[in-house]
């Protein structure tokens, strides 16, 4: 099924809607505070589960009655947010039991005859599961309790939305939907003083770029949207933190790196700047490898290259050896060699970015999948891994895409050793090239020959 479907997170202010969009997301994309109001926009992010992909809507609160513009215009994204939606997520909040909104609400919901599953949040106690009993005075379907603090039930609330969706396939009828503006996102990371802020300032500095600042309405950091080569790009900021007084520049660092991490997973391409004038460090190889494990693209820019002396055509080979030496695992990530100060490299940049994010939505053919499987199997048979049958592999299958994820099926009781899904990823890149992207390839075992 494709991503057609939206699921909206709604309900009044404070019950835990981002929460549980942070959850269901597994990620941290929305700001999470006990001040009401801290989601004014609509959020969205692809949820997955079961195989199944759908656009999770996360809302501001809504109010019965408000004065403020700003909650007026909350009401207003998570009224657009419903209407648009196939299927909702109303919150409710089992500690403080039914309030004059939630019951407005309900009634609401029913007007517009819209599937709606009823949540009731912060049930962190087996306790608190006897309060569940008063919300079916809403009149509505059976409540189902979680904590998406703690993820209790959301396992089960997401197999009652994927049942619920797969149910309205087929009935969906052409009727309005909403476009999600195709934005690639892209982290810039690396330690302090590597020339974040120079290489950001040369981009904007473009000539062919059209660029626009807007402030994040759930109060996030400031991101820089740039369109170039007709392609919306949105450069998320990592930069912004300032060391106290009294911490360690160790301390400083660490909190740098971690806020980094947090941004290398909500993004699809993590540009890491480093100083190529010194060495690299194990800061450097935590970024590389949470975004490899993240599925993350990756562009490596060696900065400050205009501070190499008496540099000729052998230093660039020299300096590729270094990186590829110190990332083995990543030596499909192109390297780039840039000067954010003499502008140097910062258009080829741009232009990487799109071609990296073209990689990882790339879908390859059953056909030229199949066709490869019997090079691979021809150059090198199977390797055997614990056990004694021998592996026989049935089939390559391309699963998804962003990042590239591929299904080896082989026979049941057999196991295939780890180093033969490295021959299978090297085989790919060099016929395919997936210039830095991750590949994801597991292997899905099969009882049932002709199950292929």
């Known amino acids: 099924m494709s991503k057609n479907y939206k699921v909206a997170i709604t309900g009044r202010v404070n019950v835990g809607k981002s929460t549980l969009f942070n959850k269901l997301i597994s990620s941290r994309k929305a700001i999470i505070s006990p001040v009401a109001g801290t989601t004014r926009d609509r959020n969205y992010a692809v949820c997955t589960w079961k195989d199944l992909d759908f656009y999770l809507v996360d809302t501001g609160g809504l109010e019965r009655q408000s004065d403020d513009d700003i909650d007026k215009q909350i009401s207003e994204q998570a009224i657009s947010a419903i209407e648009e939606a196939d299927l909702l997520l109303f919150v409710v909040d089992i500690k403080t039991g039914i309030m004059p909104t939630d019951t407005e609400l309900s009634k609401y919901f029913k007007k517009i005859k819209k599937p709606v599953i009823l949540v009731a949040n912060k049930t962190d106690h087996n306790r608190l599961r006897n309060n569940i009993a008063e919300f079916y005075k809403l009149n509505m379907d059976k409540p189902w309790p979680i904590s998406a603090s703690s993820g209790i039930g959301t396992g089960d609330l997401l197999d009652e939305v994927v049942k619920t969706l797969k149910g309205l396939a087929g009935k969906k009828k052409k ?87 947090q941004t290398i997973r909500r993004v699809d391409i993590a540009v890491l700047v480093t100083d190529v004038s010194k060495k690299l460090t194990w800061q450097d190889k935590k970024l590389i490898d949470e975004a490899n494990e993240s599925g993350t693209g990756i562009i490596i820019l060696a900065n400050k290259w205009d501070l190499i002396p008496d540099k000729d055509t ?44 073209e990689e990882k939505n790339r879908t390859i053919s059953e056909n030229a999948l199949d066709k490869l499987l019997k090079k691979v199997i021809k150059k090198h048979k199977p390797s055997r891994g614990k056990g004694t049958n021998h592996p026989y592999i049935y089939s390559l299958k391309q699963t998804r895409t962003n990042p590239p994820t591929f299904a080896v099926k082989m026979n049941f009781k057999a196991d295939l050793h780890l180093s033969y899904l490295r021959f299978i990823e090297n085989n790919l890149r060099y016929k395919f090239g997936l210039l830095g992207t991750p590949i994801k390839i597991y292997l899905k075992k099969s009882q049932n020959t002709q199950d292929k």
């Open 314 to 357: 052998a230093t660039i080979q020299e300096y590729d050896k270094y990186y590829k030496r110190f990332f083995p695992f990543i030596t499909w990530a192109p390297i780039l060699y840039t000067s954010a100060t003499k502008n140097i490299r910062i258009k080829k940049m741009l232009s990487l970015v799109l071609s990296v994010f």
């Open 175 to 261: 009727s309005k939907t909403i476009e999600i503006e195709e934005a690639i996102k892209v982290a810039i990371v690396g330690k302090p003083n590597v020339g974040k802020s120079s290489i950001i300032n040369a981009i904007l500095g473009e000539d062919r770029a059209i660029v626009s600042a807007t402030p994040h309405t759930t109060r996030d950091s400031q991101d820089i949207e740039v369109t170039y080569e007709g392609k919306k790009i949105i450069f998320v900021d990592t930069a912004g933190l300032r060391r106290h007084s009294k911490k360690s520049a160790d301390a400083f660092e660490k909190l740098s790196i971690e806020q980094s991490l």
